[in-house]
């Protein structure tokens, strides 16, 4: 007789807290008004810990425990290369349009030659089709369409944009006008993502049904998600990765069977395997404080 034994490999976290997680569904966009913020020491000392160990170039983060207020941060309003983050802030203004009824998700938008850039995505070989505004953003977002994201961003207005990110806070979040002739890269900060998505996990992004709309699209399985390296695997997350010669990023919200939590981590001149190492270490910080407090 041949027996065959099963084991189950569940990562860091016990059996029981697996079992949990596997029936675990990720709570809706908050209708309740967000708590205030509050600096958490343990919390710090987590992240201090967590974003040690870079040979070389910086690390802008940001974490806040969303059941209580609680946060860290570490240099998080500096000014960074948002890379791919800069789609964030697009999302929000084309499904605050939508919502306004400006612009309708069924609208159909050319990909035209002046659209062509490259880096990541797959409209590359699709200029002259016409897509849906839906189907744009999702693309934007899953697979970090940048083409996607240029053809939205000449639908709703990079002035927009922009406004629209000061109205919600975000300082250090600049959207680049490229075809107006104005030069450098797109920025932000990790303390502005993480008040995004904040805004986003509690319901504010315009309404409580816009902000789940929002959810939707950034728990869509991404080609990169550095905050999961050190996660249990039933940890659900909703987040935007974003990657440069010079920079690594990964911002999002880890929603857990204990606990919920922004964490906005961004690097610059780092060694991308450490950054990456350092990303999951923050996520994990965060996980963890949600789990023991």
């Not at 870079?54 to 000014?79: E, F, H, K, P, W």
């Not at 203004?93 to 880096?119: C, F, I, K, M, Y």
């Not at 869509?220 to 905050?227: D, E, M, P, R």
Request: aromatic share 4%; proline share 4%; charged share 20%.
């Amino acid at each position: 007789m041949i027996v065959v034994v099963g084991i189950l490999s569940v990562g860091p976290g016990t059996i029981s807290e697996a079992i949990r997680g596997l029936t675990y569904v990720r709570p809706p966009a908050s209708t309740e008004p967000a708590v205030p913020l509050e600096g958490d020491a343990e919390l710090q000392k987590r992240l201090d810990t967590a974003t040690l160990g870079l040979s070389r170039g910086s690390v802008s983060a940001s974490i806040v425990d969303l059941r209580n207020g609680a946060t860290a941060g570490l240099d998080a309003q500096a000014v960074y290369p948002a890379a791919s983050l800069f789609k964030l802030p697009i999302l929000a203004e084309v499904l605050a349009q939508e919502e306004e009824g400006t612009l309708n998700p069924d609208q159909l938008l050319e990909v035209r030659s002046d659209d062509w850039t490259d880096g990541s995505g797959v409209l590359q070989a699709r200029i002259g089709d016409s897509l849906s505004v839906r189907e744009l953003q999702q693309l934007m977002i899953q697979d970090s369409d940048n083409i996607a994201a240029l053809v939205l961003l000449d639908a709703i207005g990079v002035d927009r944009v922009n406004s629209s990110a000061r109205r919600l806070g975000l300082t250090a979040t600049h959207i680049v006008d490229h075809r107006a002739g104005e030069d450098g890269d797109h920025t932000t900060s990790a303390s502005d993502m993480a008040l995004l998505l904040r805004t986003i996990a509690t319901g504010q992004l315009v309404n409580a049904q816009v902000s789940e709309t929002a959810l939707q699209l950034l728990e869509l399985k991404q080609t990169n998600a550095w905050l999961t390296g050190d996660l249990p695997f039933w940890v659900k997350l909703a987040h935007k990765w974003g990657e440069l010669p010079d920079a690594r990023n990964d911002v999002g919200i880890v929603f857990a069977p204990r606990g919920s939590a922004v964490v906005a981590v961004l690097t610059r001149d780092a060694d991308p395997d450490e950054a990456a190492r350092v990303i999951a270490r923050s996520a994990r910080a965060a996980y963890d404080f949600v789990g023991a407090s």
